[in-house]
C-alpha cells in the first residue's frame, strides 16, 4: 500500500464519522486550549515582571546598608533577607559615606534612604504616611513615573509629588484636579536635649514628653502613575516625595524605625540605607566590590535574578501540569475512538488484508487517523486558547481601569508556544494510537470476513 493510499483511507474513515471525529477532536482542543492559556498565563506575568523591573531600574540599583545589617523585609512575619556582608564592622553610612560612594567609577547617583511619619492632609482628608526624601534627579528619572503634572525641578523646589492612590484616598478621583492644590504636612519634632535631661518622675509625673506639631504646606506638582508589578528594593515606593532641601527645612523626628534607636544609642545614627544607580549592568560587580570595602553591606536585585526566574520556571511546570490533565483526558478520548473504529471496521480490515494489504499497512492507517485528529486538536486549542486568553485579559483589564490601574497583557504567545502545542497534540495522538493500531494489525483476515 502506497503512502498517499494510506492518508485516503484514513481520511475517508474519519469523514464518514465525522460527529466522533469532531467530538474527539475537540477534547483534544479544550485539552490543547488550556494548556496554551495556562503557559502563556506564567509567560506573561514573568515578562511584565521583568519589564517592569527593567523599566524601574532596578537590575541597576545597589542598596548600601551599614555593616552587619540585613535587607529590611516590609512584612513583618517574613525574615530579614541576608545581604552581602564586608570584612569591615561598625561602618557608618553619613553624608561623607554617601558623597564617597557617589565618587566611585560606574556609579550614577547616590542618595540616602530617608522618610519619616508624617500627617497628610488634603481638603480636609487626613491619613498618616510615610514621607520619602528623593533627590530631583531621581524623581526625573524612571523610578518616578510621573503621570500628571511634573517631578520638582530641583532639590530645593517647594513642592511634593504624590501617588495616585494617596490622591484618591484623599477625596481626589482625578489625578490632574490634584495638581496644584496645597498638601499639609503635619511631622512631630522631639528636643533630645530635654529629653536627656527629663527623668523618669519627671516623665510620670505629667510633663510628658518635649514634643511639637510642625505644620507645613506646599503645592503638589505632580502626580504618580500606578504600576500593577514591582517590588524588590524599589528607591521609590511611598505616596508622598519631596526634594532634599525641602526635607531640611522640616522639623522631624530623627527616627524612623527601633533600629535607629539601636545606632543612636551606639553614637553612629547615620542612615539605615542608601541607594545606588549604577550606568549599567557591568558596572555592579566593581561597585559592589568597593562599597564592601568600604565596610558596608549590600543587595542587588540583579543577584536574586535567577532565583526569580527559577520561580517562574517552577510556576509554569505547575500550570502546565494543571494543563496536562485534560491532554490525559483527551487522550483517553482518541484510544476509545479508534478502539470503537476497529470494532465497526472489523471486516473492511479483513477485506483490505485479503487483498494484500499487510500488518504494517494497517498500522500506518490506524496512525494516520489519530495523527490527524492529534493536530486538527492543536491547532484549533491554539486558537482556542488565544481567544480565551485575549478574553479574560479584556475582562480583568476592565475591572481594573476601574480601579485605577493600567491596562497589562497578563498573558504572553512566544511562537514557540503555538508550534510546541501542536506538536506535543500531534505527540500525544500518535502515542494514543499505538494501542488501537497493533490491535487493528493484529486482526485476522479469516475471522473478520465471517464477522456480519
Aim: charged share 20%; with cysteine.
Amino acid at each position: 500500500m502506497r503512502f498517499t493510499d494510506a492518508v485516503e483511507f484514513a481520511l475517508a474513515s474519519l469523514r464518514k464519522r465525522r460527529l466522533r471525529t469532531l467530538l474527539t477532536a475537540s477534547g483534544v482542543m479544550i485539552g490543547i486550549g488550556a494548556l496554551v492559556s495556562m503557559i502563556s498565563f506564567g509567560k506573561g506575568m514573568q515578562k511584565n515582571v521583568t519589564e517592569a523591573f527593567k523599566a524601574s531600574d532596578l537590575f541597576t540599583t545597589l542598596m548600601v546598608m551599614p555593616g552587619g545589617a540585613d535587607v529590611p523585609s516590609r512584612d513583618p512575619a517574613r525574615p530579614r533577607r541576608p545581604a552581602e556582608t564586608a570584612g569591615r564592622a561598625g561602618a557608618v553610612l553619613d553624608d561623607a559615606a554617601v558623597a564617597e560612594i557617589s565618587q566611585i567609577p560606574g556609579v550614577r547617583t547616590a542618595y540616602p534612604d530617608v522618610s519619616f511619619p508624617a500627617l497628610i492632609a488634603l481638603e480636609g482628608e487626613e491619613e498618616f504616611r510615610l514621607v520619602q526624601v528623593v533627590p530631583a534627579a531621581v524623581a526625573a528619572s524612571n523610578a518616578v513615573r510621573v503621570g500628571w503634572g511634573r517631578a520638582y525641578a530641583s532639590d530645593d523646589e517647594e513642592g511634593v509629588v504624590v501617588s495616585r492612590s494617596l490622591a484618591r484616598r484623599l477625596g481626589t478621583d482625578e489625578p490632574a484636579a490634584a495638581v496644584g492644590k496645597t498638601l499639609r504636612i503635619t511631622s512631630v519634632s522631639i528636643d533630645l536635649g530635654e529629653l536627656a535631661s527629663l527623668d523618669l518622675a519627671g516623665l510620670f509625673s505629667g510633663k510628658g514628653l518635649p514634643v511639637a506639631r510642625e505644620v507645613y504646606d506646599f503645592p503638589i506638582v505632580g502626580v504618580t502613575e500606578i504600576t500593577a508589578f514591582g517590588g524588590g528594593p524599589s528607591p521609590v515606593q511611598n505616596d508622598v516625595i519631596i526634594p532634599p532641601g525641602t526635607a531640611r527645612r522640616i522639623k522631624r523626628l530623627p527616627i524612623t524605625s527601633i533600629w535607629d534607636l539601636f545606632r543612636l544609642r551606639d553614637g553612629r545614627l547615620g542612615y539605615s540605607a542608601a541607594s545606588v544607580k549604577l550606568g549599567s549592568l557591568r558596572d555592579l560587580e566593581p561597585v559592589k566590590s568597593r562599597v564592601r570595602e568600604m565596610g558596608f553591606t549590600t543587595f542587588a536585585l540583579a543577584d536574586q535574578f535567577d532565583e526569580i526566574t527559577k520561580a517562574f520556571y517552577f510556576m509554569d511546570m505547575i500550570l502546565a501540569a494543571v494543563g496536562m490533565i485534560a491532554i490525559v483526558v483527551a487522550a483517553l478520548g482518541i484510544v476509545n475512538t479508534m478502539v470503537m473504529s476497529i470494532l465497526e471496521r472489523f471486516r473492511e480490515i479483513g477485506v483490505m488484508k485479503a487483498v494484500g494489504a499487510g500488518d504494517g499497512d494497517i498500522r500506518r492507517i490506524f496512525f494516520f487517523e489519530s495523527g490527524t485528529i492529534g493536530l486538527l486538536g492543536g491547532a484549533a486549542g491554539c486558537v482556542l486558547g488565544w481567544a480565551v486568553s485575549l478574553v479574560i485579559n479584556r475582562v480583568v483589564n476592565f475591572y481594573m481601569a476601574r480601579q485605577g490601574m493600567p491596562d497589562i497583557d497578563y498573558f504572553a504567545f512566544p511562537f514557540w508556544i503555538f508550534l510546541g502545542a501542536v506538536g506535543f497534540s500531534l505527540l500525544v495522538s500518535l502515542v494514543s494510537g499505538i494501542y488501537p493500531a497493533r490491535r487493528a494489525a493484529r486482526v485476522d483476515p479469516v475471522i473478520a470476513l465471517r464477522h456480519d
